[in-house]
């Protein structure tokens, strides 16, 4: 293991290394306020889709323009996270109604309530960290009080976080997967499965700030008729699938992809779009 031995910079020596590695600054008092606001090793990801070596900027590129991407990038994270908190709360609703009402409010306690590949203690284990990590919840301190912690499917899931609810659907045997996928989408409900263990990478990357421009997921939604062309890793392929989990189609064709209209405009992304798959 090699010793660490870089140093910390100065905003004036930021500034002077990215103008070095080719970066215009036309504004050096805006970009240092960026830098006070932004730090550089997170805006520095930004620089990575203009580079063109290991320490040099493509011709033309500017501080502006890289800023420019990254407040698109930010909005449009708050924009697909306000749609996929409704999903989310969309599949607590149903999964915990159909689960409860077929096995019982406490059915997900039990092991054969489940397919045969579900690991019930590993499952029950992360279920006491979520209620012990949420014990000041109101509705928590409740169940424990009147009902020694003992706690409904419909009280538990609103303590999921959505790569729980995904492995739940997962694990949730066949034919109810079928069932439910019958009921409320016209999808195969693998497709349902991979959609939603796709879109809770989606939220995780919103969620922690990740860059979404030029920068593909790991996996690939499953196919469904709602693809004009196969589906890939990028961002437009998981809007798609996003779209097809979302309750309410008219509202997402009406307001979400209008809002995003409005952002590409507003920020002048419309010939930069290729860098998330459109």
């Not at 096995?103 to 029950?124: E, I, K, P, T, V």
């Not at 739940?168 to 069932?179: I, L, N, R, T």
């Not at 349902?192 to 421009?213: G, K, Q, T, V």
């Amino acid at each position: 293991m090699s010793a660490y031995t870089k140093t910390p910079a100065t905003l004036r020596q930021q500034i002077e290394t990215l103008e070095k590695r080719g970066c215009i600054i036309n504004d050096r008092e805006y970009a240092e306020e960026c830098l006070t606001r932004i730090s550089y090793y997170r805006l520095a990801h930004y620089f990575e889709p203009f580079r063109c070596g290991k320490h040099s900027y493509k011709e033309g590129t500017t501080f502006g323009a890289v800023m420019n991407v990254y407040d698109f990038d930010r909005c449009l994270r708050r924009l697909i996270m306000t749609y996929l908190e409704e999903t989310e709360i969309y599949f607590r609703a149903i999964i915990s109604n159909f689960h409860a009402l077929k096995y019982g409010a406490l059915g997900y306690l039990n092991a054969a309530s489940f397919d045969n590949r579900h690991n019930h203690s590993a499952f029950l284990s992360k279920i006491e960290r979520l209620v012990e990590s949420n014990e000041k919840e109101q509705f928590v301190i409740h169940h424990k009080k009147k009902y020694g912690g003992v706690m409904p499917l419909w009280a538990v899931t609103e303590l999921f976080s959505f790569g729980t609810l995904a492995y739940f659907y997962a694990d949730m045997k066949e034919s109810d997967q079928k069932e439910l996928a019958d009921r409320y989408f016209s999808l195969n409900y693998r497709c349902i499965e991979s959609r939603l263990m796709c879109m809770s990478d989606l939220r995780n990357a919103c969620a922690h700030y990740s860059r979404l421009y030029d920068n593909p997921f790991e996996d690939t939604p499953k196919s469904a008729s709602d693809y004009e062309t196969a589906p890939d890793n990028t961002l437009k392929s998981y809007l798609i699938a996003a779209r097809s989990l979302y309750p309410d189609k008219e509202k997402w064709d009406n307001e979400f992809v209008s809002s995003l209209n409005g952002l590409i405009e507003k920020y002048g992304m419309k010939d930069k779009m290729s860098a998330y798959g459109f």
